[in-house]
């Protein structure tokens, strides 16, 4: 998917995917691994919202709560951000939101009617 910058939409587009994952160990983890991912990617940690090369995000983990230090689950704006409910709905589209228990149509449906349109798919699924 192909969206806006946010929160400035003069920045250059994002391209935004979506991976439903099976992990076998605990959330702290795989926080430690994306950030070490991030890194050998080359994403260099600057201001907040400012262009980067990649932005890995845990939206869900086993619809665990948790809002300590550096974690929160789910992700605080998930239930917000387009670019997470829409391929949220193509990996699962009867996943609902662990704090809001809405699930995945109602979010889409409850998203501003700019930001359903500002959104493009880019190409068909794949299944791994």
Known sequence: ??????????F????????KAEYKHDYS???????????KIGRIRTKKND?????IDIIDFN?????????????????TR???????KEIDPNWMHPITKKNIDFLI????QNSR???????KSVII
């Open 1 to 10: 998917y192909e969206t806006p910058s946010y929160p400035n939409k003069n």
């Open 12 to 19: 250059p587009k994002f391209i935004n995917i979506g991976i």
């Open 29 to 39: 983890t795989l926080f430690k691994q994306i950030h070490l991912i991030e890194k």
């Open 51 to 55: 262009p980067r090369v990649c932005d």
């Open 63 to 79: 619809k665990i709560l948790i809002n300590t230090g550096p974690y929160t689950l789910p992700h605080p704006k998930a239930h």
């Open 82 to 88: 387009n670019f997470v409910l829409y391929p949220i």
């Open 109 to 112: 449906n409850d998203l501003s």
């Open 117 to 123: 349109i500002e959104i493009t798919r880019l190409r």
